[in-house]
Every structure is written in C-alpha cells, then in structure tokens.
C-alpha cells in the first residue's frame, strides 16, 4: 500500500485513525461507491470489510498517508469481488466496470464529496417517511441499526427491516444519486431537511443526556445540516434549520440543575446557555432573512431568538412568540404548533384566552397522547383556577411521559396545582 | 394486536426505598396507567406479591414435586404486567418506555395470540400442514 506516516503505529493508534476516519469519511465514501451502481447495501458491505482490512493492516504497516483513498481502493475491491461471487456464471459486465471505473484514480485523487447527492437518495419521496431520517443516519453517518433503533424507539429487528427494505427500494427503483433540478431541488431539500430534523427531535428528546447514542444524534444532526449549508450555502430553509438547531443545543446544559431535575426555558439559568453557539444561530438567520424567503425552520428559529431576547432582556414579548406562531401554523398546519401558539397566547392574553386556543386541537386524536398538550392543558387549567381539571390534565402528562426528570417536575408542578386548590377551595371549577 | 408489558424489577430495591420515594414511584405507575387506560388501550393489570411467596409445581418421573421459591432465580423478577390493545410493535415499545419500570428494570414486550383456546378452533395454533 502507500507509504506510512507511522512506520511502526500500535493497535491502537491505527483503531483510532480508523474510527476517525469512519466518522469523517464514510457518507463521502459510500456516495461514491455506490453512486453508479445505485447499491448502497453492497458499497456498505464492501466499505466495512474495507475497515476490517484497516485494523489488520494498519497497526502492522503504519496508517496510510492517504486512509480514504486506501479505503476505496480496498473496497472497490471487494466490492468486484463480492460480484464476481454473486454473477458467477453471467457476465456481469456493465456493473463490474462501473465498479472497477475510477478504481486508480481513487487512491491517488481527490474523492469527489457527494454526500448530498446521498442525502437527497435516502430522502427520496419513494422512501417511507419515518425511514429517511434512519437511513441517513446509518447510509451517511454510518451508524448502526440497533442503535439506530433505540433512538427511534423501534425494535432492532424491525429497523434493521426496514433499512434494508430502503435500501433495496433505492436500487430497484434506480432512485437518482444527483442533485435535483432548480424547480424540484426546493421541495426535495425540504424533506432532506425534515429528515435531519427528525434525527435531531430524537436525540434532543433526551434532555438529562443519559442516553450517549441519543445524545449524540443531536449533534450528528447538526453535522448533517452543516454538511448541507456548507454544499447549499443559499438556502435560507437549511441555513434557518441549522439557527433552530443550535438554539436548541445552546441551551442543552441548562435543561437540567445540579440535582438532575428539569428546568423550563423561563427558569433556566440564562449563563449557562451556549454563547458561541446562539452568536451563530442569529448570525445564520439573518443570513437566511436576507435571502428574502421565509419558511418553516426559520420562522422556528425565529420563535427560538424570540425566547433568547425575552430571558436576555427581560422584556415580555409573549404577544411577539404568539404571532410567529400563528404564521407557523399557517404553513404547517401541525397541532404541535398549535399547542404552543396557545401557550403562547396564554402567557400574553391570560389562561382563559390560551385554553380557547388550545380547545382547537383538543378534536386532534393525535394530541390525546401527547405529554405537551397535557402539560399545556394542566398548566392553564390551574391558572385559570380550575384545580380539579388541572389535576386530572397533570395525571395525563405524567404517565405519558419518558424522561423522570421531566416526569418529576410535572408531579411537582401537580402537587403545587392541588395545595392552591385546597387553599381557595372556593375558586375551584371557575371555569 | 394484544401485547403484554412484562414488568421484571429488582424486587429487593423496594423495602429499601424512603416512603416519600415509594408515593413518588406508585404516584408515577399509576398517572402510567390512568394515561393508558384513558388513551383506551389497557386491557388489563396485574401485580405480583414477592417471589418469596412462590410455589413451584412439576411432575417429574410420575411423583409430583412441590417446591418452594420461584421457577427462575434471576437478578430481575415478573414483578407485574400490562396487556394492551395497540395497532403495532411500534406502538407498545412506545408505551413500554413510558413505563416507570424502564427506569429501574426491564420492560419486555411480547405479542400475545389472539384469542385462547377456550375461544379459538384448536386448528389455528397447529402447525401448518
């Protein structure tokens, strides 16, 4: 192979060039193997026997100067081999040279990144809605299924199904390895931006940060976004996902007190939020603004900056949060919108107003399961003096809840709604 | 479909428990199930006394033994179960989180048959012909 840098690396060493070099590199290196064949269980299968070539090979000859290149390089291989294996009697000619195209100048060029082209496969429209997000995490980022799977909240068996059911469909199908036209790049990037976002909601839902695998896939979202808006740098919807994202990062740290136990956005410690990261997230939405067209992920982010300069300076800007919301609804249509909208409304024009706003999504049978609707419900309701509706709201949020922190916060919240209920006894059922 | 939401826990751990941890902990399973029952996906509960009150039944060689303790010495025991009606695996994995009890043992989810042999013809649970 090509010359080493570390003539005599130990194990280790050569593991952690490995690892490094999975992280950094393996979307760039399975677009490219399987940008023509449109076989992206193969380029996977090739690409790892490829690293398990690496662990061999590089504590005994010193890692490679070039360790994408030889990576490649090994992987075309095996990938030819394992088609030779599998077109054992026919001539599987058109693939084995498509295969074996480019196989010199892998190791020694430039490898052309095409991560997005990757993206925008495995956010195909053909691809069912709730695998793009997986898929992008194990085809670009090269994660596994299981830990894919207790991200999602999903069985192993059953994500391990469906990422090979996605994988198949990307070849059968012959779902394109390019970017779209102008006309159609703007809706297909919206579902690329839905998918990285989805992966980002799963990791960020995992606020005490117990669950490494989740904890990371906020920040692998992030990566993702970035890998987008630094290929797409004029889109205000990708630039305005990553403001929202890292709005959401920064204030991570300060979700939880020294006790472990939850803490809402009004009452956290504005000194422990991300400096850096809300000075980039402003920076990126008013790059996104000045590209003059508005859209969901910057009208959240928005509603993110909103939040910031209330807790910075103090000022009440709640009627300002219920209007952004208002126009987020007006886009998305979503009851989870709504929910806040009415939170919002019910902070700026008294709790009465928020639960009317709040009784439109109450038809919505998607919300009867859903922990905020029930804690936005209980919170009103003993706002408004209604205690033993509160309460009853406040039994539902806690047993629909996961995380104990937050599950711990809602019994106290419940249990503060119960005292003032039995200390005015006579306002209970104002309603 | 009907799944069970086995709740296996280290039955040990409770005793030691403050009475404010207690209510905290009984306090949460039931909001667990008042959410389930008002979604209208329980079916049924059931709560375990402590495997130390367990009998063990077989016959072996034709003589009948009668032993004390549970079947499975385990660090986790059957400490409970939930059996509810959702439409898929997705769903009851969704509830088995929410599950208090997957904070401090296990929660496995199993697919039950429809029906029993008292309602079903004998015939669907034979192996296929």
Same mark, same amino acid.
């Given at each position: 192979?090509?010359?080493?840098?570390?003539?005599?690396?130990?194990?280790?060493?050569?593991?952690?060039?490995?690892?490094?070099?999975?992280?950094?590199?393996?979307?760039?290196?399975?677009?490219?193997?399987?940008?023509?064949?449109?076989?992206?269980?193969?380029?996977?299968?090739?690409?790892?026997?490829?690293?398990?070539?690496?662990?061999?090979?590089?504590?005994?000859?010193?890692?490679?100067?070039?360790?994408?290149?030889?990576?490649?390089?090994?992987?075309?291989?095996?990938?030819?081999?394992?088609?030779?294996?599998?077109?054992?009697?026919?001539?599987?000619?058109?693939?084995?040279?498509?295969?074996?195209?480019?196989?010199?100048?892998?190791?020694?060029?430039?490898?052309?990144?095409?991560?997005?082209?990757?993206?925008?496969?495995?956010?195909?429209?053909?691809?069912?809605?709730?695998?793009?997000?997986?898929?992008?995490?194990?085809?670009?980022?090269?994660?596994?299924?299981?830990?894919?799977?207790?991200?999602?909240?999903?069985?192993?068996?059953?994500?391990?199904?469906?990422?090979?059911?996605?994988?198949?469909?990307?070849?059968?199908?012959?779902?394109?390895?390019?970017?779209?036209?102008?006309?159609?790049?703007?809706?297909?990037?919206?579902?690329?931006?839905?998918?990285?976002?989805?992966?980002?909601?799963?990791?960020?839902?995992?606020?005490?940060?117990?669950?490494?695998?989740?904890?990371?896939?906020?920040?692998?979202?992030?990566?993702?976004?970035?890998?987008?808006?630094?290929?797409?740098?004029?889109?205000?919807?990708?630039?305005?996902?990553?403001?929202?994202?890292?709005?959401?990062?920064?204030?991570?740290?300060?979700?939880?007190?020294?006790?472990?136990?939850?803490?809402?956005?009004?009452?956290?410690?504005?000194?422990?939020?991300?400096?850096?990261?809300?000075?980039?997230?402003?920076?990126?939405?008013?790059?996104?603004?000045?590209?003059?067209?508005?859209?969901?992920?910057?009208?959240?982010?928005?509603?993110?900056?909103?939040?910031?300069?209330?807790?910075?300076?103090?000022?009440?800007?709640?009627?300002?949060?219920?209007?952004?919301?208002?126009?987020?609804?007006?886009?998305?249509?979503?009851?989870?919108?709504?929910?806040?909208?009415?939170?919002?409304?019910?902070?700026?024009?008294?709790?009465?107003?928020?639960?009317?706003?709040?009784?439109?999504?109450?038809?919505?049978?998607?919300?009867?399961?859903?922990?905020?609707?029930?804690?936005?419900?209980?919170?009103?309701?003993?706002?408004?003096?209604?205690?033993?509706?509160?309460?009853?709201?406040?039994?539902?949020?806690?047993?629909?809840?996961?995380?104990?922190?937050?599950?711990?916060?809602?019994?106290?919240?419940?249990?503060?709604?119960?005292?003032?209920?039995?200390?005015?006894?006579?306002?209970?059922?104002?309603? | 479909?009907?799944?069970?939401?086995?709740?296996?826990?280290?039955?040990?751990?409770?005793?030691?428990?403050?009475?404010?941890?207690?209510?905290?902990?009984?306090?949460?399973?039931?909001?667990?199930?008042?959410?389930?029952?008002?979604?209208?996906?329980?079916? !049924?509960?059931?709560?375990?006394?402590? *495997? %130390?009150?367990?009998?063990? &039944?077989?016959? @072996?060689?034709?003589?009948?033994?009668? #032993?004390?303790?549970?079947?499975?010495?385990?660090?986790?025991?059957?400490?409970?179960?939930?059996?509810?009606?959702?439409?898929?695996?997705?769903?009851?994995? !969704?509830?088995?989180?929410?599950?208090? *009890? %997957?904070?401090?043992?296990? &929660?496995?989810? @199993?697919?039950?048959?429809?029906?029993? #042999?008292?309602?079903?013809?004998?015939?669907?649970?034979?192996?296929?012909?």
């Amino acid at each position: 192979m090509s010359e080493s840098i570390h003539p005599a690396g130990n194990e280790a060493q050569a593991r952690e060039t490995v690892e490094s070099v999975a992280r950094r590199s393996y979307g760039k290196l399975v677009a490219f193997l399987a940008a023509r064949t449109h076989d992206v269980a193969a380029a996977e299968d090739a690409l790892s026997e490829a690293f398990a070539s690496a662990l061999a090979d590089w504590p005994a000859h010193g890692c490679p100067e070039n360790p994408e290149g030889w990576l490649l390089t090994v992987a075309r291989r095996k990938g030819i081999d394992a088609m030779r294996r599998k077109h054992r009697d026919e001539l599987a000619g058109a693939d084995l040279q498509l295969m074996a195209e480019g196989l010199e100048a892998a190791a020694s060029a430039q490898i052309p990144d095409q991560r997005l082209a990757l993206l925008f496969a495995c956010a195909h429209p053909a691809i069912e809605e709730g695998t793009r997000a997986p898929l992008m995490l194990q085809v670009v980022l090269g994660l596994d299924a299981a830990a894919i799977a207790s991200a999602f909240l999903v069985s192993p068996a059953t994500m391990g199904q469906r990422l090979v059911r996605a994988k198949n469909k990307i070849r059968q199908a012959g779902i394109p390895f390019h970017l779209p036209g102008r006309e159609e790049l703007r809706v297909r990037l919206d579902t690329v931006l839905a998918a990285i976002y989805a992966a980002f909601s799963e990791g960020w839902s995992d606020g005490a940060g117990t669950d490494a695998a989740k904890r990371d896939l906020a920040q692998e979202a992030i990566f993702l976004c970035r890998v987008v808006t630094e290929l797409l740098p004029e889109d205000p919807e990708a630039l305005g996902l990553l403001a929202l994202m890292l709005h959401a990062e920064a204030r991570s740290g300060a979700r939880r007190n020294a006790q472990g136990g939850y803490v809402p956005l009004d009452e956290q410690d504005v000194a422990r939020w991300d400096a850096r990261m809300i000075r980039e997230a402003e920076e990126l939405l008013l790059r996104a603004s000045a590209l003059e067209r508005i859209g969901r992920f910057q009208l959240e982010a928005a509603l993110q900056s909103a939040h910031v300069f209330r807790r910075t300076t103090g000022r009440n800007n709640w009627e300002d949060v219920a209007r952004l919301y208002e126009s987020l609804f007006a886009i998305s249509g979503s009851p989870v919108v709504a929910i806040n909208r009415a939170v919002a409304i019910g902070a700026s024009r008294g709790a009465t107003a928020g639960l009317q706003a709040l009784e439109q999504v109450a038809a919505d049978v998607r919300v009867k399961q859903y922990q905020p609707y029930w804690a936005a419900r209980a919170d009103l309701l003993a706002k408004a003096g209604a205690g033993k509706e509160a309460l009853e709201a406040y039994e539902m949020a806690i047993g629909l809840e996961r995380d104990p922190a937050v599950r711990r916060f809602l019994q106290d919240r419940r249990e503060a709604a119960k005292q003032a209920s039995q200390r005015c006894p006579a306002e209970n059922g104002k309603l | 479909m009907k799944y069970v939401l086995l709740d296996y826990v280290n039955e040990s751990g409770w005793p030691q428990l403050t009475r404010e941890e207690q209510a905290h902990w009984l306090g949460a399973y039931r909001a667990y199930m008042e959410a389930m029952s008002k979604a209208g996906v329980l079916q !049924s509960s059931g709560g375990l006394q402590q *495997t %130390a009150t367990a009998t063990t &039944v077989r016959i @072996r060689n034709e003589k009948t033994q009668v #032993l004390d303790g549970p079947y499975a010495d385990a660090k986790e025991q059957l400490g409970g179960f939930h059996i509810i009606e959702v439409t898929d695996l997705d769903a009851a994995i !969704s509830w088995a989180a929410r599950s208090p *009890t %997957a904070l401090h043992g296990i &929660v496995e989810v @199993r697919p039950m048959h429809e029906g029993t #042999l008292l309602t079903e013809d004998i015939s669907k649970y034979l192996k296929p012909e």
